[in-house]
C-alpha cells in the first residue's frame, strides 16, 4: 500500500510505513484510508466529523443515537460502524471515545466487533460497505 498525501499544488508518494499524522508546510495532515488504499488530505478534524455526521444522517439516525447508550440492534450496528471507520481513517482510540463521549476499552471492544462481524455476516458486510461509500 502506498500512502499518498496532496494539497493544491503538488501529490507526494510517502513511504507505507510512514505515520499516520505528519505536518508539512506547518498543515497537520491526516492519515485518510478508503476502498483500501491510504490517502492523506488536509482535512480538518472538523470536516471530517461534519462527513461522518453526514453519514450518520444518510442512514436515517441522529448524531445523538450514534453517542447514546441505545441497545436496540441497528442503533448499536450504526454506532459500531462509525466507531470503526474513524479508527480505520486514522483516529486513535482515545480520541474516537472522547468525541463519542465513551471510553477507549469501548472503542476497542466496538472495533474489535465489527472487524469480527464483516468478517463472518455478509449483510453486516454490505451495511460496512455502504457505509463506506456514502
Aim: glycine residues 6%.
Amino acid at each position: 500500500m502506498h500512502i499518498l498525501y496532496s494539497n493544491k499544488e503538488e501529490v507526494v508518494q510517502v513511504n507505507p510505513c510512514a505515520q499516520k499524522t505528519k505536518a508539512k508546510n506547518g498543515m497537520k495532515l491526516h492519515y485518510w484510508i478508503e476502498a483500501g488504499r491510504g490517502i492523506e488530505t488536509n482535512l480538518s478534524k472538523e470536516q471530517v466529523l461534519e462527513g461522518v455526521k453526514r453519514k450518520v444522517k444518510s442512514f436515517g439516525y441522529e448524531w445523538k443515537d450514534v453517542t447514546g447508550s441505545s441497545r436496540i440492534r441497528h442503533v448499536v450496528d450504526i454506532r459500531h460502524l462509525t466507531q470503526f471507520y474513524l479508527y480505520k481513517n486514522g483516529w486513535n482510540y482515545t480520541k474516537v471515545a472522547q468525541l463519542m463521549g465513551k471510553n477507549h476499552a469501548t472503542i476497542i471492544h466496538s472495533v474489535k466487533k465489527c472487524s469480527e462481524l464483516i468478517s463472518v455476516d455478509k449483510d453486516y458486510k454490505e451495511m460496512w460497505t455502504e457505509y463506506r461509500v456514502r
